[in-house]
């Protein structure tokens, strides 16, 4: 039953919250331009160039926990460095974008998610074997395929895809897309969520999800999704983020 009430509060979200994501779809647009010359250069000695941390491709490093930007929802990126500025997130993996973001005017921030939202590198997501190399504890994708599926009933989990679509490409602009994300990156956020270390989520969605998961549940999750490909025979739609 918990299960199931879960499921169809998510059902429900996802007929209303479209709307207003859309609504703020504005909010996105920027300068390309602008937003090119902070993400490549920085901003005065405040605001270093994103790239030093995310890649000049926008592809994350796993080494620095930093997650990929390419293909992730402009106006998720948007309500994140808003989020960031205001302090209704912290920074709980480099300690850089809080102050990063409040140095930002807002059209900078704008400007910024313009640019990111140009970024289309193929998906690519973390080198596991290279992970478990250094000692970093993996979990196994094929357990993690079944989450981010079918979701785990007994634990009250829902499916992920039934918010962030097909191997976590995002649900147009209501959900951040997951899948191809940097593994670190995924293990460190859900871990978050589950511990009340971040709570800037919508209706506190993804605390209640995540407090129900197990360490391992997360690795699992984490595995299958960082490699997970936004296409498939027979769903072969790309993700597109207008």
């Known amino acids: 039953m918990k299960y199931l009430l879960g499921a169809l509060c998510a059902c429900a979200m996802a007929t209303v919250y479209p709307a207003l994501a859309s609504a703020g779809t504005h909010e996105s647009m920027g300068n390309v331009d602008n937003g090119r010359k ?20 926008g592809l994350g490093n796993d080494d620095m926990g930093t997650p990929r ?10 309500k994140q460095l808003k989020d960031f500025a205001a302090d209704k997130r912290t920074d709980n993996t480099m300690g850089a974008m809080n102050d990063v973001a409040k140095a930002l005017l807002e059209q900078d921030k704008k400007d910024v998610t313009a640019y990111v939202h140009t970024l289309k590198t193929p998906f690519m997501g973390s080198d596991l074997d290279g992970l478990r190399e250094n000692d970093v504890e993996v979990g196994e ?44 990156y995924i293990f460190n956020q859900l871990t ?51």
Do not use: W
């Open 141 to 184: 994708a094929y357990k993690g395929e079944a989450i981010v599926k079918f979701g785990l009933p007994d634990h009250g989990v829902p499916a992920c895809k039934s918010c962030h679509g097909f191997n976590g490409r995002s649900a147009g602009r209501m959900y951040p897309a997951i899948g191809g994300q940097r593994y670190q």
């Open 38 to 57: 902070i993400f490549l250069e920085g901003k005065g000695e405040a605001v270093p160039a994103c790239q030093s941390c995310h890649g000049m491709d």
């Open 69 to 78: 930007l390419a293909y992730q929802v402009d106006t998720y990126i948007l």
């Open 192 to 242: 978050a969520f589950r511990d009340g270390d971040r709570t800037n989520d919508f209706a506190g969605q993804m605390q209640a999800v995540a407090k129900q998961m197990t360490d391992d549940d997360i690795k699992n999750a984490a595995a299958f999704l960082t490699g997970a490909k936004p296409v498939a025979p027979g769903n072969p739609r790309a993700p597109v983020h207008m």
